[in-house]
């Protein structure tokens, strides 16, 4: 199956970059990164969830590169970038990865906003407390996402809460079964497990094509990691502003962790809580994201300085 496998036309199809790159991470891994818009611009770098790829943010890319560097990259064994070593699957590669592609990126004491979505997001977690990060994050966004205990929270199965329901839980999401073709069975599973319930055809379809494109043993080795999660310590040092999004209907990271993140950040700029959206919130709801990402860009890479103080305690909810 091709690792390429995405929709090719409509709002989800992703645009072509304008240039390529290769990034090298601390143990050598090779990142495709991709860039889009004016090299000028105000730099917005986008990391991806498990399962996906850069095609993830076509509809961010495409909305944002008119006025904005679009900088996108494929984690380690997701679309592009080559499956790591056995060693290689770990919170502290998805910071090495993410430092990497900054450096690569950035002009010197260039500074992004940095969104990431679901694995995104703990990557970003990741890699707060490192200098790198801190020198270029000016804000971040995180998006659908969770510091620890994923697969104890996760509501994919419909039981209730307890030991059953999470050693099951870990076994489906981590098994190494091929997920093969994309048919109407496989987008009904996808729907129910990662989307709201209201979510149009065109949005199953291209998740959908995006997530059975993984190879089966990069998706195991991440889900590995992911079950034993526990980044809460590194939330605390997260200090640049941060925006977080969930939706009232993920089934994978529940709205509960969106605000266990809002209430743990230090410096919290808002919640935003979208009804009836599930975990693949940047295809189901692109242009309550976009809107994200384009008011930190606006406020923290402005060339004014701003008093936004007054949005530290933002609550919004949303319904798309």
Not at 30 to 40: A, I, K
Not at 158 to 186: E, I, K
Not at 235 to 246: D, K, S
Request: charged residues 20%; glycine residues 8%; hydrophobic residues 45%.
């Amino acid at each position: 199956m091709s690792r390429l496998m995405h929709v090719v036309a409509g709002p989800y199809a992703p645009p072509v970059a304008r240039r390529e790159l290769v990034a090298v991470s601390a143990d050598g891994a090779r990142l495709h990164v991709e860039v889009h818009g004016d090299e000028d611009a105000p730099a917005v770098v986008l990391a991806h969830g498990w399962t996906c790829s850069t095609a993830f943010w076509a509809a961010q890319i495409r909305a944002l590169a008119a006025t904005h560097r679009v900088v996108a990259y494929d984690q380690r064994g997701h679309g592009r970038s080559p499956a790591a070593r056995a060693a290689g699957h770990s919170t502290t590669a998805l910071a090495d990865d993410l430092v990497a592609v900054l450096e690569a990126t950035l002009a010197p004491g260039e500074r992004a906003v940095v969104g990431g979505h679901s694995m995104g997001g703990m990557t970003i977690m990741a890699a707060a407390g490192r200098p790198e990060f801190a020198e270029r994050a000016a804000a971040v966004l995180l998006c659908s996402t969770g510091s620890s205990r994923l697969v104890s929270e996760a509501r994919v199965l419909p039981v209730r809460a307890g030991r059953v329901r999470t050693r099951v839980t870990g076994a489906v999401l981590g098994s190494r079964a091929p997920l093969g073709p994309v048919t109407p069975v496989a987008r009904k599973v996808l729907k129910y497990a990662t989307m709201g319930p209201g979510s149009a055809p065109d949005k199953v379809e291209a998740c959908a094509r995006i997530v059975h494109a993984c190879p089966a043993r990069v998706r195991h080795a991440w889900s590995q990691v992911l079950a034993g999660l526990d980044l809460d310590a590194d939330v605390a040092r997260l200090t640049v502003p941060t925006a977080v999004i969930g939706g009232t209907a993920d089934r994978l990271t529940p709205i509960v962790h969106a605000r266990g993140l809002a209430a743990a950040l230090p410096h919290c700029v808002g919640l935003t809580e979208l009804t009836g959206m599930g975990h693949m919130t940047p295809v189901e709801a692109p242009e309550a994201v976009t809107a994200a990402l384009r008011e930190l860009a606006e406020l923290y890479l402005g060339t004014t300085e701003m008093d936004t103080t007054d949005l530290d305690t933002t609550v919004k909810e949303k319904t798309p």
